[in-house]
């Protein structure tokens, strides 16, 4: 009798050994599965901003050297901004740069003007695909207007310069607002700017851009 008993108690411990290793089995597959999905749901990286722009700029511009008379010009511009990201993982920028614009008046005028400018914008970037790499993007700053040279051509008898006492004043500050369209590095751009109002200083001017730039 003491066998039979020891050989059912024995048979009793062997499933409950059975059973609590089948359980722990289970377990350690639905924590393997667990961790997996953990893996495939970790977010992507971020896309990179490029933190540098070059860029250049046709602008029909008109300026108002006087109080009933408007120059019309063409203008060609280079310039460089540097991008900063102000808020973590939000596509809010600042731009602070600079630019050289070289300016001449159409006929009957034969003047040639050069400016710098140093200019800053804010920039809101709308993403329009997943991976961003494509987006849009208004903007809208001020920038100081230094004239380093302006000069008429148009008497014959050498060239005359504008600025000066009683003449065109150097410096001057302008409001600009544009929008941008971005592929991967490259853009495109619409842009306008005009002077501040002020009756004291000439000239003033008003301008439309377009623009095309590289970031790196």
């Keep these: 009798m003491r066998i039979v008993s020891r050989t059912f108690a024995l048979l009793v411990l062997s499933c409950l050994c059975l059973n609590m290793q089948a359980q722990y089995d289970d377990s350690y597959e639905v924590e393997e599965w667990s961790l997996d999905i ?31 008379n408007n120059i019309r010009f063409n203008e060609f511009l280079m310039g460089y901004n540097r991008i900063i990201q102000v808020v973590e993982k939000k596509p809010y920028f600042v731009e602070v740069g600079a630019n050289a614009k070289f300016s001449w008046a159409r006929n009957p005028y034969d003047i040639f003007v050069l400016t710098f400018h140093i200019p800053v914008n804010v920039l809101y ?34 060239s005359t310069n504008l600025c000066g006492d009683g003449g065109w004043k ?42 095309m730039g590289y970031c790196f």
């Design 38 to 68: 953990e893996e495939e749901e970790t977010p992507k990286p971020q896309h990179k901003e490029y933190k540098n722009a070059a860029y250049l700029q046709y602008s029909p511009s008109r300026y108002k050297v006087s109080d009933d």
């Design 125 to 158: 970037k709308i993403y329009l695909s997943g991976k961003k790499d494509y987006a849009i993007a208004p903007f809208a700053g001020a920038s100081l207007r230094a004239i380093a040279v302006a000069r008429d051509y148009s008497s014959g008898d050498g």
């Design 170 to 211: 150097n410096f001057q500050i302008a409001w600009q607002t544009g929008l941008r369209f971005y592929i991967n590095r490259y853009y495109l751009g619409v842009s306008y700017s005009r002077d501040f109002r002020d009756n004291s200083k000439f000239p003033s001017v008003r301008e439309c851009g377009i623009h």
